[in-house]
């Protein structure tokens, strides 16, 4: 787990102004979200592709409050993208056809879950909260594929009824206003995200998954922050699950299957956790692999991806992105010693 | 209460074959605190070797048993000493990530090399058809299966209690760096307890593909139950992994049998109940 230790020089600032050098956006950031709109206008780009991929993206940074942030390694979290994704089903079939409001429904929902969810494992670690999470993902996907009277079981909800968005922009088979609309509620999530663990939350977050013992005796509340950690990670898994549903039209009990599970993990971990872009930095690199291997051949992916899994556990153990920074650093530092 | 009783053995059948594929798993979890999901893929070797030695060189089922059990063995313990070892150190988190990902490449693999559709047995003429014993019709596997399976729980729990080695073992599940202290070669004793674990891995999924079916998906399909079973076991006793087994094999079967509708919903759910009240389960210590 990578360690985000303050840097020598913030320790002698004042809370206010720590908390600020956090907040401040460095370029390379605009530049990662530039790009990816950028990637709109792209000729030849499949756009529903980078939807998909802007959707995982935003899951597996919902991933990361939990198990970057937090420390808490989860094998169900697609209990809450299903979750959200099923809501935002259900609203489209039964007439509630309005894509925001329901996406902030489908949130609720999914963070209601989640809280309960955080209430239920707080006292839990290892081996039995892997266990635990694990097996409520195989419950909601039991279930969700027996009520076939309820959710359609194999076939997933039939007859979902999407409006425009905002009552302008029409979801169409190119995936135009499917790209936007997943890139600008990711984006709203993303800063919200990004406020949220720069803020005293996030830095408590961060001290209970270091040691935990000492945050309870600095009196910080260290089992509620799990529920509320839980809470939110939830309701923005719930908020990627929604989007995919309101983009494709569809949705299927695989969106809730333990696969998804292990595939967002796989995700952040590819990405590296703790750093809110290495969900979207494994999603890209994730996606994009599993769309050109499943193309070249339909059967055998899966052993590409279980060896990309294997190289990055054992080579770049924090991640690419982490491993990256981790090079950029010791070139950074090793230049002022050339001779110049 | 003649059906019952025979639903209740087909559990206790399908409780012994959980034992034997998930034994090994749970002794190496205990001593060297590494969580092997690959423990179904080996047990999906094991289906795959029976078949091959019985169906393309016809050897009888009874020697092609010994040669799964070496042969995975094997394979496992070179896994190990090639990957596994320098991962025992990492947090859990890392190692199911590790293990998923060679679950994952040996899907693949088997699909390669076996094809991906579900394997054809010609199991011997003995052991097919069904029995009388005490006014009770079974099936002559299952009745195979229970003896097999009760052997080798007195085996293992003798062989640990009793032998030179199993205090040995269980030294370095109670503590590993005391016992290393103490002049034992831990690596070693963990490196053959690796190769029983597997071995039997491999016995459980060759006695197994009969009954369950084996096909390239097998290891996704019984990696939960395994995992139930250390878990709600406890990881590092023989006793209380036979006692998961056996009680989450009859409560599959009854359940399936009597609540169809409800398939492994009610498993799930007594799992995670459990879970949540002994998180270390039934005879495990806490970490």
Redesign the interface.
Known sequence: ?SVMEPAPAAVSQSGHDYFATLARWKIWEILFWAALAGCYFVPEMDRMLMSRVIIWGLFAMSLDIL?GYRGI?S?GHAVFFGTGAYVAGFCGKYGWSEPISALFFAMAVAAALGWLTGK??Q??????????T???N??LF??VL?STDLTGGDDGLQGIVIAPVLNMFRFDIYGRTAFWYALVVSFILFIATRILVNSPFGLALIGARENPRRMITLGAPVEGDVSRAFMIAAAIAGAAGALLTQTTQTVAPPTLS?QRS?DV??IL?IGGAGRLYGGFIGAIVFILLQDYLSSISP?????W??????VI??FF?KGLLPSLDALLQRFIKRKPDAPS | MASILTVLFNGVAYGFLLFVMSVGLSVTLGMMNFVNLAQASFSMLGGYILVTAMQSHGLPFLVCLPIVFVLVGAVSVIVERLIFRHFYKTDDLTQVLLTIGLVFMSIAMATYFWGGSYQRFDMPSWIIGQKEIFGLTLETYRIFLVGFGAVMAVALIFGLERTQLGAMVRACVDNRRVAGACGLNTELIFAFTFAIGGGLAGLGGALSANLLGLDPNFPLRYLVYILIVVSVGGMGTITGTLIAALTLGIADVLGKYYFPQFGSFIIYLLTVAFMLWRPHGLLGRGA
């Open positions: 787990m198990l390694p094998l239920l494992v006292r839990v670690a290892g081996v039995g909260l892997l266990m635990v694990l097996g409520l195989l419950i039991d279930f027996r333990f292990a993990l796989v971990i059967v055998y992916w899966y052993f991806i279980g060896l990309l899994l294997v556990v054992s153990r």
